[in-house]
Nanobody, 123 residues
Framework: QVTLEESGGGLVQAGGSLRLACQAS????????IGWFRQAPGKEREFVAA????????EYASSVSGRFVISRVNPLKTVYLQMNSLKSEDAAVYSC????????????????WGKGTLVTVSS
């Protein structure tokens, strides 16, 4: 069992940066890969980034590669998403999720979800 809670969203100007955090509770955090997803109004949810259990492997959507960095600190049960050079199209509700396989997570197979945090980008 894993409970996830996101924080760090807010309003930022285009070109600026934000760092999101995904705080987990429960004894099984280290057993899960963690991913970030986002959903903008009127659009489908999309994969943003994922990190493996150990943190050794990361995956990024092409739209954020080179601008976003995902990391995790297992003793703190926390996963971060550093977002740089933000664009208006990055505005969305960002949610973190836990899954057993990164490839399956990208395909939508997720075991646990957080409620999300809103990122607004002003131009």
């Amino acid at each position: 069992q894993v409970t996830l809670e996101e924080s760090g969203g807010g309003l930022v100007q285009a070109g600026g940066s934000l760092r999101l955090a995904c705080q987990a509770s429960g004894p099984s955090f280290k057993d899960y890969n963690i991913g970030w997803f986002r959903q903008a109004p009127g659009k489908e949810r999309e994969f943003v980034a994922a990190i493996s259990r150990s943190g050794a492997t990361t995956e990024y959507a092409s739209s954020v590669s080179g601008r976003f960095v995902i990391s995790r600190v297992n003793p703190l049960k926390t996963v971060y998403l550093q977002m740089n050079s933000l664009k208006s199209e990055d505005a969305a509700v960002y949610s973190c999720a836990a899954g057993t396989s990164i490839s399956h997570m990208i395909g939508g197979e997720l075991a646990y979800w957080g409620k999300g945090t809103l990122v607004t980008v002003s131009s």
